[in-house]
């Protein structure tokens, strides 16, 4: 199975596909929209979950990339990430923010919020407005219900320190679309 998909070759470090996400558009069953915030976590990395090596938990991690890896986070939210560099290195890139444009009222009634800026504007509520679950853990994304569409250049990059974790917290690998209003916090 290919790693190359919306024009972007998953078979790489973390962070270069973390960046090369931003304006890729995301649908899970037709619902979703722009990235437009991501974070990359790398194996050697002590905040990413492979740090430590393959768990029942992790393991799509260490799998194929262009796969997805679906997490629940402090037993509330679900996370969806990708996988990405080659089968066994265990790296992914954490989708932080969308901007709505897919399924936008079904979005609005799985969130209970009337608020455009608010439906994906973090990892938990995004996959909440999408209809994520541990049942994609694993997924590929090239099949259904994922589709990934290119981003529309030029996508004006920031960047910054990753947000909501206790470790490796100055690491600079947290991107988003410059100026998007959809993003979970402002960068600095």
């Given at each position: 199975?290919s790693s190359y998909l919306a024009g972007i070759d998953f078979n790489r470090p973390a962070h270069e596909v ?171």
């Open positions: 199975m973390a960046q090369l996400l931003i304006g890729v558009e995301v649908l899970v069953d037709g619902v979703g929209g722009r990235i437009v915030e991501t974070e990359a976590y790398d194996r050697e990395d002590p905040a990413s979950h492979a740090f430590s090596g393959p768990t029942e938990r992790n393991m799509a991690m260490f799998g194929p990339p262009a796969h997805a890896y679906v997490y629940r986070s402090y037993g509330i939210h679900w996370c969806l990430n990708f996988v990405c560099m080659e089968e066994g290195h265990g790296a992914g890139v954490l989708i932080r923010a969308l901007e709505p444009l897919h399924g936008v009222e079904q979005m609005h009634a799985r969130r209970r919020t009337g608020d455009l800026r608010l439906l994906c504007s973090g990892p938990g509520k995004l996959c909440e407005a999408m209809g994520v679950t541990r049942a994609l853990n694993g997924h590929p994304l090239s099949e259904s219900p994922f589709e990934l569409r290119p981003a529309e250049p030029p996508v004006p990059l920031v960047s910054g320190p990753r947000i909501g974790i206790s470790k490796a917290m100055d690491v600079p690998w947290r991107f988003g679309l410059a100026g998007s209003r959809f993003v979970s916090r402002p960068f600095r």
